[in-house]
């Protein structure tokens, strides 16, 4: 291709002749007209064979190779022959010392192609009954929070029927977050879908058993038996298995949070999600005949589980024993103790500690530090309402 613009060059710029051409680069005048043709759009001329090759001494060796190739498809993918390995046997199985590798290498990467071709990948259209699966993702985004630019992570959950989705963001995506955003989720749809499913995020599983085998997070564990929906997790490194959520990350972002929002609290953020949300509800499904998310939704409400009486405490337990003057450390944040040796039990939710002190002198109920966004500390004067 640099060869056809440098010759055309010459030709236009300096108005050299196309014999002139030819003598200068030792190219054949029907190679240097078919180069100067610009009459339409055309690639760089490449040479084809008009007859294929003949291969003669490979004659007697076809059908020995065609049978290697075709046992090849009951033995184990790694020990199948290779062009090198069939041209081995030939020569000291049939002492076929006369034909060549290059040979043997053509004709068995044509014959495999055709002894034993490659299946096409297929794809199932995927339908699901209303309030049966939803999907569950992490994503990231950045928003100015009190002036500051920080990361925030999107908690986002899809109704695979409607489409109808669900996204709040939190400071962080450890366990806390992850159940107030299933929380969160099923009372902004007012039931809890059958199945979920997820990818093999921590927050979740503990250990990738087998394909489909998990060792679940005890909190979650104790989630899922609460709210009684049914939690599936996707093939490792199977991104598509749950492609609806995957792309609500990107789509959330683009339409809800650009340009990049400047708030003094996260939970105005999440008011304007859920603004976007419902703005964009009359959206039309595609393959849907023509009904928008809210009409699908309405069906999706009516196979929803029962929310329970109940609420889940979305937050972990820490416990242990304070000293007087030494603040006790809880998931990288201090928070004060009073009483001297006494033991506590700490509930860390997303916006607020709350620390019982069970023994100990000066022993005292409930109380509750409120929760700051920066920096990572405690204190009674501080307030965090996200």
Request: charged letters at 25%; aromatic letters at 10%; a positive charge.
């Amino acid at each position: 291709m640099a060869d056809m613009e440098f010759i055309r060059r010459l030709q236009v710029a300096e108005g050299w002749s196309e014999r002139r051409i030819a003598r200068e680069f030792g190219y054949g005048r029907n190679t240097v007209h078919k180069l100067l043709d610009r009459s339409q759009p055309t690639t760089a001329p490449v040479y084809r064979r008009s007859k294929p090759v003949r291969a003669p001494k490979m004659d007697r060796y076809r059908e020995i190779i065609d049978s290697w190739l075709i046992a090849d498809q009951a033995a184990p993918r790694k020990q199948r022959h290779t062009a090198h390995r069939i041209h081995d046997r030939l020569v000291s199985e049939y002492d076929a010392t006369d034909l060549a590798e290059s040979s043997v290498r053509r004709y068995v990467r044509q014959r495999r192609e055709l002894v034993a071709p490659k299946a096409a990948p297929a794809f199932l259209h995927l339908e699901f009954g209303p309030g049966q699966v939803a999907q569950v993702d992490w994503g990231e985004a950045t928003v100015k929070l009190a002036g500051r630019q920080v990361t925030v992570w999107m908690f986002c959950m899809r109704l695979c029927h409607s489409t109808k989705p669900f996204v709040a963001v939190y400071p962080h995506g450890r366990m806390e977050c992850f159940l107030e955003g299933h929380i969160q989720a099923f009372a902004w749809f007012g039931g809890i879908p059958a199945e979920i499913i997820y990818d093999n995020l921590g927050s979740a599983v503990q250990r990738v058993l087998s394909r489909r085998g998990r060792l679940l997070n005890a909190a979650f564990q104790a989630f899922v038996a609460h709210y009684l929906f049914k939690p599936v997790f996707a093939n490792l490194a199977a991104g598509w298995e749950k492609g609806l959520v995957e792309g609500l990350v990107g789509t959330a972002r683009r339409n809800y949070l650009v340009p990049v929002p400047d708030v003094s609290c996260l939970q105005e953020v999440n008011t304007h999600l859920r603004h976007g949300i419902d703005r964009d509800a009359d959206h039309v499904v595609p393959e849907r005949d023509g009904r928008s998310v809210r009409e699908l939704f309405a069906e999706d409400r009516q196979g929803l589980i029962a929310l329970p009486p109940s609420v889940f405490p979305a937050c972990t337990r820490h416990s242990g024993t304070s000293r007087i003057s030494a603040p006790c450390v809880i998931s990288r944040c201090s928070i004060p103790f009073r009483p001297s040796w006494s033991d506590a039990t700490s509930n860390c939710a997303p916006s607020a500690i709350t620390s019982i002190s069970t023994t100990g002198p000066g022993w005292w109920p409930a109380t509750t530090w409120a929760r700051p966004a920066r920096p990572r500390c405690w204190s009674s004067t501080t307030t965090w309402t996200c």
